[in-house]
């Protein structure tokens, strides 16, 4: 059974993600984000922008203590 998830327009990712509507549009373009087709419009899942998210996110790096010393 498919779940039905609110499907947002590229403004509203673009707000979501706080960009301007050429980014999300370019994530339709070169297929890198899931998206659906109603008619003419498009729309795209509120599960697809949390996963977009989430598979993009960069954690931050641990900084080894040596590393913290400065050569003498």
């Not at 008619?39 to 900084?63: K, M």
Request: net charge positive.
């Amino acid at each position: 059974m498919v779940t039905m998830d609110r499907l947002l327009t590229v403004e509203e990712v673009a707000d979501a993600l706080g960009t301007t509507v050429r980014f999300p549009r370019r994530l339709i373009e070169e297929r890198r984000i899931t998206f659906v087709k109603v008619g003419r419009h498009v729309r795209i899942p509120e599960s697809v922008v949390s996963s977009y998210v989430a598979e993009h996110t960069v954690q931050p790096a641990r900084i080894r203590r040596a590393s913290l010393r400065r050569a003498a």
